[in-house]
């Protein structure tokens, strides 16, 4: 499980260091994708193909199960962290987040996001002013409460 928020920056090449507290999960290797929101997935290559498994139940006659397929695959990237725990984020993914020096990386759960500063305090916000009422539309997490 990842959990957490750290500030990073990329550097000159677009690298990015991955929370030393997390490198060990992704040494032998990972994948980032595009994500939902406007921001970076990464996974470790076992959470990938638990996710995949997942994507691969999706019915192939439905637009979006394919919309979806191709959207997150399409982006998908494997990519093994240097010996300092970096990884060159694709030129494409970064346009598409929006990043530049700056970046907020997120544990979430079974994956890491990474988010320009400004669209995660939005999303933050917006998760403020509405986690009360989606805590109790979600039956599951009241019970656990």
Known sequence: MFSG?????????????????????????????????????IFTLQGWEAYVATLNQLPLDKKRSRTVNRYLFSGANKLVPDGQGRILLPANLREFAGLDDEVVVV???????????DKWQAILEEAEKDIELIMEELPDLRMSL
Do not use: M, S
């Not at 544990?107 to 500063?117: D, K």
């Open 107 to 117: 544990g979430a759960n079974y994956r890491l996001e990474v988010w320009a500063p």
């Open 5 to 41: 928020e750290f500030r990073h920056t990329l550097d000159h090449k677009g690298r990015l260091a991955i929370p030393a507290r997390f490198r060990q999960d992704f040494e032998a290797g990972l994948v980032v994708t595009r994500g939902i929101e406007k921001c970076l997935f």
